[in-house]
């Protein structure tokens, strides 16, 4: 006879528990409490309860008062909650406490947007670093994950006392999993190192699309280079990094480049495994950041990604601000449209849905790059097709004519390529000194 074996219960029922502490502003923790169903929903969790607790002082043993703790495990008693996410980070002692005492699984916000992560990376290297991640997390929480610690029995004749204990031995598995992680992780870094200096030496120049998480980055790299890049209306759709190629009204060319989108209370942990791929930002010749015009909190979320490019230090690289889903704004965005225009004159102001003030942001990325483009006049030898082939590459040639010496060309010179072609300027010596 076969066994059958029970399924394993589907989570359903969640219950979320915020905090408004009394450093914070008024209304800010039922705006992260949202921001956090929004969080478990893209989980696939159902949220059923969902309750805000006023916090003068932390409690060591449950973070809330006990007369919350209480209701709540009453509330979770009565309506069958399968989870309890808080939106504050709990201690490793606070989340067992709270297991053993209500007797569901108790998660915090760190956890929830590891797992989404999770859920969500794709490619070798945000796998590695989603895992390094959570292994970092997951290590200080051991005791809670395993409920056999019963004593191992020592292994050979020359092993004495009672062996070391099934906690010991799992830390050190995933201390030996933590550096074997960040082995191979190193490996891919450096591979990718190497891909990005080859693209470096490409005289294109480049932009990073940067912004709050669902803002929209994907559904603008898709309008604006006709890409195809995954765009839902979801929070961390994006976790590897995307570069597409775009023609500009001047018909330079430009490399754009999609990166994972920035949240409130981001795991510290989590910022540190994705540098990697955040530093698209910092290599960039200037960044696109875009926000979401008609979510309520888009000062917190412009705060919040000039925090993180600050702790890149790509904060002050030259900036374009688009501010998108214009598409959306009925009468209640009215008013904000108007104040923003006012605020920030320099900004675009785009649908990527509609492709509406498109043409707007490419002329922008190309005043952006026009200080780098001097319109110059070459002759280069027969025997330097490869530099010609170069110059071809990047669509910078506006003239050719063959001539006995070489090649007379009229460009639009990059600044990048200045050095390399310096020695065919016509008139070479003066326009050398100036170099």
Same mark, same amino acid.
């Given at each position: ?109 760190? &956890?929830?947007? +590891? ?7 794709? @490619? !070798?290297? %945000?796998? #590695?670093?989603?895992? $390094? /991640? ?29 062996? &070391?204990?099934? +906690? ?7 201390? @030996? !999993?933590? %550096?074997? #992680?960040?082995?191979? $992780? /190193? ?32 559904? +603008? ?215």
């Amino acid at each position: 006879m076969f066994e059958v074996k029970e399924k394993p219960k589907q989570v359903e029922r969640a219950l979320l528990v915020g905090v408004q502490r009394p450093e914070m502003e008024p209304g800010e923790g039922a705006a992260l409490l949202a921001e956090l169903k929004e969080l478990v929903n893209t989980l696939g969790i159902g949220v059923t309860e969902e309750r805000l607790v006023p916090l003068r002082e932390p409690n060591p043993h449950t973070l809330i008062g006990k007369g919350g703790a209480a209701r709540i495990m009453a509330t979770v008693k009565e309506n069958g909650i399968d989870v309890i996410v808080f939106d504050d980070d709990l201690t490793p002692a606070q989340q067992r406490n709270w297991e053993k005492e209500s007797g569901v699984c108790v998660i915090d916000r760190q &956890e929830v947007i +590891l797992d989404i992560f999770h859920q969500r990376a794709t @490619t !070798r290297e %945000a796998k #590695l670093q989603v895992s $390094l /991640a959570r292994m970092n997390y997951s290590l200080p929480r051991l005791k809670r994950a395993w409920t056999h610690l019963s004593r191992q029995h020592g292994g050979g004749t020359l092993m004495r006392g009672q062996g &070391e204990t099934q +906690l010991e031995a799992d830390r050190r598995m995933v201390r @030996t !999993r933590i %550096a074997r #992680l960040r082995r191979e $992780l /190193a490996l891919v870094i450096k591979h990718r190192g190497v891909q990005r200096s080859k693209r470096m030496k490409r005289p294109v120049p480049t932009a990073a699309i940067v912004g709050y998480t669902n803002a929209g980055k994907s559904s +603008l790299l898709n309008a604006v280079t006709g890409a195809s890049v995954l765009a839902e209306d979801k929070l961390f759709a994006t976790l590897d990094p995307t570069t597409r190629q775009c023609r500009l009204p001047t018909g330079q060319k430009l490399l754009l480049s999609d990166t994972v989108g920035f949240l409130r209370r981001l795991p510290h942990d989590l910022v540190d495994a994705f540098r990697a791929t955040l530093e698209e930002a910092v290599i960039s010749d200037f960044l696109i950041h875009v926000i979401d015009l008609t979510n309520p909190d888009l000062e917190k979320h412009h705060a919040t990604t000039m925090e993180v490019l600050r702790g890149l230090g790509a904060d002050e690289k030259r900036m374009i601000t688009v501010f998108n889903k214009v598409d959306r704004c009925g009468e209640d965005h009215d008013g904000r449209l108007r104040s923003l225009r006012l605020q920030a004159p320099n900004a675009c102001f785009v649908s990527a849905l509609s492709a509406e003030g498109i043409p707007d942001l490419l002329e922008k990325c190309s005043d952006m790059l026009a200080d780098d483009i001097h319109e110059v006049e070459l002759l280069i030898p027969h025997d330097r097709y490869d530099l010609i082939a170069k110059l071809h590459e990047v669509d910078c040639v506006r003239s050719k004519n063959a001539e006995p010496e070489g090649v007379r060309l009229t460009c639009l010179l990059p600044e990048r390529l200045r050095k390399e072609t310096a020695p065919y300027l016509i008139g070479a010596g003066e326009t050398a000194m100036a170099i």
